[in-house]
DNA sequence: TTGAAAGCGCTAACAC
DNA sequence: GTGTTAGCGCTTTCAA
């Protein structure tokens, strides 16, 4: 007898059942043994079944650490997010577990809070479990970092834009079709003065998702104002502190787009609180689609992008590369996005206005209200 | 040279750096990097930074699968929690994963959306990767997932109730405190009338918050209904279908304490759309204190557990057994909890009425105005 | 088709 | 103190 296993007997360690337990309970080599579970044809149909029976019969299953070791395959897969509080996060890790636990995959999920300590520490606990890959849904990550996980040929992938490399791979979401439905659809509502809150700037993504609006209005033909234009940064407060700036100009816009729900969220709690009724005062528009959004009040108008889409295309494009079968090398999966109308837009005011004159009293009753609570 | 990494290195495939090369960098035997990572006290001073420049320059760190294998310590954690998607848990993750990794652990996470077979599928992945330990707080587990578990000799740590094990903990909430604070302070503004939206009652963790209810009213001297006691889900969505069916009731009541804090949120949404004021004509409070809460609107009174104390009380039993440093064998975590008051509570409808005999007008103004709404 | 045996990268006995 | 060496539980040659 070994002297480990020796010494855990005497320290009364459980041991483990192993491949040579299976192997002799099926009077079989433990090379059978592992041929059977690696499911290798050549294997005689016969002594598999008995294999089988005394997995069954031990309730054996193999070791995943020494699977690992031996084969150089861990099945791990790293998961970057930004903060995991953050309710798109959850739904996408969910979408992603999902699919990978179907394949036999493991995850280890690192959130990063925006922190680049966190987000460094976060690669290196993945790179020492020796991850085959891992999915950057950060939206933003550092250079070092980067070479840290290209230089020990990690395969990566990346929303928006990627850094080239052979191992690397892109989702592309189409912004702009859900974006622009958006402004089309408001536009059509009547409203000329249309604001965007933006996620923060550095960010590829919300940079993207701005230049989509940017482009969107342009389209149809209406024009920006810098001031309507505030920079947010995705999360709830930041969606209340834009939106009260925007109430605090002398000029407010008549809707919003925000680059995310969490920041409409924040925007439709303080518009509620100003005593503003949306849609009637002021139309909100979202963008991701989480949950939640349907269940705010009102039901918000938001632009979907589909997590699982994206779950599916981030394991996808991982597995793709670290399994080899690759074959258009290049290969990008496209996200699309589409614009889910709900009950947070309506007719601009303007309009209304021009209609039947009672919107300077509609809205200056509601204010009139809000002064009434808020000196209760 | 190895068969094994002669064929990598025809196949072209990554070698990782290993002791052996660090080793042979710092001119040292590999039991001597072993003992200079591993911080074993009788390295000789030179050598150990010999080996620390070593590593530094090679950009090593260790294969954590091999040192599993042989140390039979895999330091992952697995954390069962019943659904990623409800904003109490990634909190709870959060906080787990962050003192976890503090301790040079890895999180295993698995969510069971409330389905038995996913949550065996969980424990078997959980059980596979070796895991030496697993916080269940999915408050609910069956009971040959427990044998599975115990008769691998797996620690497991549970939220309220564990079934007795030598190497099982529990947490326990103080459900009383909060609950009972909570209707002290209802009853304190004159409430009467209190309604309780209850968990699934299945659940022991659902149970308890409804049994401390019913005690706290009891206390008070205060009498419950049955068809104020409603059984929700701990959703959203659940505590909407409450709530309507609370409105639908001759005498409804004039306050509404909920189980968790989603309930509370969707019985906010329903008193909205169906005009009620919160606070002014019914007061909620829910239970949790998930960031959410406070920025509902209105602001949500609710009985705070804190998700700190509840990953820190996990983790730190699940590590006491496992690693053996357990010195009071049946040592607890006491939860405490703790009524949070922010603007979803205030007096009583029957107590204004009294005071000014406004109330019925208030209430029905709403009503009109939101059939209005509807009408639009 | 099967089994014996060589290691995967590391830790921990044991000898020096 | 330090090095040599025997495995951890498995996969994968290679020979039969």
Redesign the pocket.
């Known amino acids: 007898?070994?002297?480990?296993?020796r010494?855990?007997q005497n320290r009364n360690e459980k041991?483990?059942?192993?491949?040579?337990?299976?192997?002799r309970h099926a009077?079989?080599?433990?090379?059978?043994?592992?041929?059977t579970?690696?499911r290798?044809p050549?294997?005689?149909q016969?002594?598999?079944e008995r294999v089988w029976k005394a997995i069954e019969e031990l309730n054996?299953?193999?070791?995943t650490?020494?699977?690992a070791?031996?084969?150089?395959?861990t099945r791990l897969l790293g998961l970057l997010v930004s903060e995991i509080t953050n309710p798109f996060f959850p739904e996408l890790i969910e979408g992603f577990e999902e699919i990978a636990v179907a394949h036999g995959y493991e995850i280890l999920i690192g959130s990063t809070s925006y922190d680049l300590t966190r987000m460094a520490t976060c690669i290196r606990r993945m790179l020492e479990r020796q991850v085959e890959g891992v999915a950057i849904m950060t939206f933003g990550i550092e250079q070092p970092l980067l070479e840290e996980l290209s230089s020990r040929e990690i395969p990566m992938v990346f929303v928006d834009a990627g850094p080239p490399g052979p191992l690397v791979r892109a989702l592309t979401v189409d912004y702009r079709k859900g974006i622009s439905e958006g402004v089309v659809h408001l536009a059509g509502l009547g409203h000329r003065s249309i604001a965007f809150i933006s996620g923060p700037l550095r960010q590829g993504s919300a940079h993207a998702r701005k230049t989509a609006f940017l482009e969107s209005l342009q389209e149809i033909g209406l024009k920006s104002r810098s001031e309507w234009l505030i920079e947010g940064n995705h999360t709830l407060e930041g969606g209340m502190r834009a939106t009260e700036h925007l109430l605090s100009l002398s000029e407010p816009p008549t809707a919003v787009m925000c680059s995310n729900d969490m920041t409409a969220i924040g925007a439709l709690r303080v518009l509620a609180r100003a005593g503003f009724n949306v849609p009637r005062d002021m139309s909100v528009i979202g963008f991701d689609d989480i949950h939640l959004a349907e269940f705010v009040y009102p039901p918000l108008t938001t632009v979907r992008m589909s997590r699982k889409d994206l779950a599916r295309g981030a394991f996808e494009s991982l597995r793709s590369v670290a399994e080899k079968l690759d074959t258009s090398q290049q290969r990008n999966w496209i996200i699309p996005t589409q614009l889910i109308i709900r009950e947070s837009t309506a007719e601009a005011p303007e309009l209304l206005l021009k209609k039947s004159g009672q919107r300077r009293t509609s809205r200056s009753t509601l204010k009139r209200g809000s002064r009434l609570r808020e000196a209760k």
């Open positions: 007898m070994s002297t480990n296993k010494l855990r041991r483990h059942l192993d491949i040579r337990d299976v192997a009077r079989v080599s433990i090379a059978t043994v592992s041929r579970i690696n290798i050549t294997v005689d016969h002594l598999a054996y299953f193999p070791n650490q020494a699977r070791l031996v084969s150089g395959r």
